[in-house]
């Protein structure tokens, strides 16, 4: 094969890829395959209608919804698929935890974000959080956030 042709190929492949990616997440990051009630739904989508920046026309397709370990108990982490992201595919992002029957938010603001990793590092109970944003095409923030005892706090 032709350099050309070896390039056009990867590229394909890298494409693919991707999508079948997003798309394994669209159908198993549900609110579904998480496994919450009615109530809890509603509960989660409330929380994050006070912060969102934009109102989609559903909630339940907007969002994603991944179960977690938070260290210290079950979480849940849901982030923004289309509506609720910008052009450098920073979505918005919560993060839950189960508290008295109840699941509520550990953000005052909620991050903006492309990817995020919990740490094996537990402050105050949870694990810390590491939230990574793309600025441009080649340049990424990265913010470390503890908790404080109520909610997830970027360090400085």
């Known amino acids: 094969m032709a350099p050309l042709e070896t390039i056009t190929m990867r590229t394909l492949f890298a494409v693919l890829l991707i999508s079948g990616v997003a798309f394994a997440q669209a159908v198993t990051e549900t609110f579904a395959s998480a496994k919450l009630s009615g109530k809890e739904i509603r509960d989660i989508i409330s929380a994050v209608e006070q912060s969102a920046d934009d109102t989609p026309v559903s909630w339940e397709k907007e969002l994603r919804v991944r179960r977690v370990d938070l260290g210290g108990g079950a979480g849940l982490v849901v982030r923004g698929t289309r509506l609720l992201c910008g052009a450098t595919g920073n979505c ?9 029957d109840r699941w509520v938010s550990l953000f005052e603001d909620p991050p903006i974000a492309e990817g995020f990793e919990f ?9 810390d959080l590491t939230v990574t944003a793309n600025l441009s095409a080649d340049t990424f923030q990265r ?6 005892g109520s909610v997830y706090r970027a360090q400085r």
């Open 92 to 100: 918005e992002m919560w993060v839950f935890r189960k508290a008295k």
């Open 119 to 127: 740490a094996s590092a537990v402050t105050n109970g949870l694990k």
């Open 143 to 148: 913010t470390d956030y503890r908790f404080d």
